[in-house]
């Protein structure tokens, strides 16, 4: 496995990346994990500042930001297949730095006032408890019988609160993972038990592996001390 550090500012890197619409993204935890990506010509809306960049889909959208401390690591893992030898870029901060709420339960949070379209900023956010402490894992919902399932579960973790996945695969809220790096907000629905995740924008939750409570997959290759805020995966070949 080989990795390196990559000097050019690391800002100017996440916004080359998300300009470009065959690069996938990812944010999350080992087993909890949400999934951007786009395709060339799909409507999209950017908005673009000094110290941030959006882009938003009918599908979902992604949030990146500038940090100062940011680390992007460039990394392939090895294989004996040339095929398998998929490059990928991690944008890492100190722990310190990528520390985020930390809740370990169901948590409602309040109107999405940080939601990426105007529409959703209504939308009741909650943290479902399962982002260690690098990452939100949240959903968003107007469904009335989903807030009271979820305000049943506030205290528990999500993941052993009788009924609440099933309801979330029936009403199909928003999901919103967040990192001191960036967003990617999910606009699609969650695909049933043994169902296929759409192709797009999508979210893996796999509790065997959250169990775990790793930030990210042991193979991958992250300097000691970083803590990987937002994921980059460059078309092959790229």
Excluded: N
């Amino acid at each position: 496995m080989t990795q390196s550090a990559i000097t050019q500012d690391p800002f100017d890197v996440l916004k080359t990346h998300a300009l470009a619409p065959r690069t996938g993204w990812s944010l999350g935890i080992f087993g909890a994990i949400a999934e951007f990506m786009r395709d060339p010509g799909e409507a999209t809306a950017i908005e673009t500042g000094a110290d941030i960049l959006k882009v938003v889909t009918a599908r979902g959208g992604l949030v990146v930001r500038r940090h100062p401390a940011t680390v992007v690591v460039d990394y392939e893992m090895p294989s004996r297949h040339a095929e398998r030898r998929v490059r990928a870029l991690a944008a890492c901060l100190p722990e310190r730095d990528a520390a985020r709420a930390g809740r370990a339960v169901v948590t409602e949070v309040g109107p999405d006032m940080a939601a990426l379209r105007e529409e959703d900023r209504d939308a009741l956010l909650f943290d479902l408890g399962i982002g260690l402490t690098s990452v939100e894992t949240c959903v968003r919902t107007r469904a009335p019988a989903l807030i009271a399932a979820l305000r049943a579960a506030e205290g528990m973790p999500a993941l052993a609160a009788p009924g609440l996945m099933a309801a979330m695969v029936e009403h199909g809220p928003h999901r919103v993972f967040a990192s001191a790096l960036g967003r990617i907000e999910v606009f699609q629905p969650i695909p049933p038990p043994g169902g296929v995740s759409p192709d797009g924008p999508h979210t893996h939750v796999l509790p065997k592996l959250i169990a775990h409570g790793r930030t990210h997959a042991a193979s991958v290759p992250i300097p000691e001390g970083l803590v990987p805020c937002l994921s980059i995966h460059p078309p092959s070949g790229a």
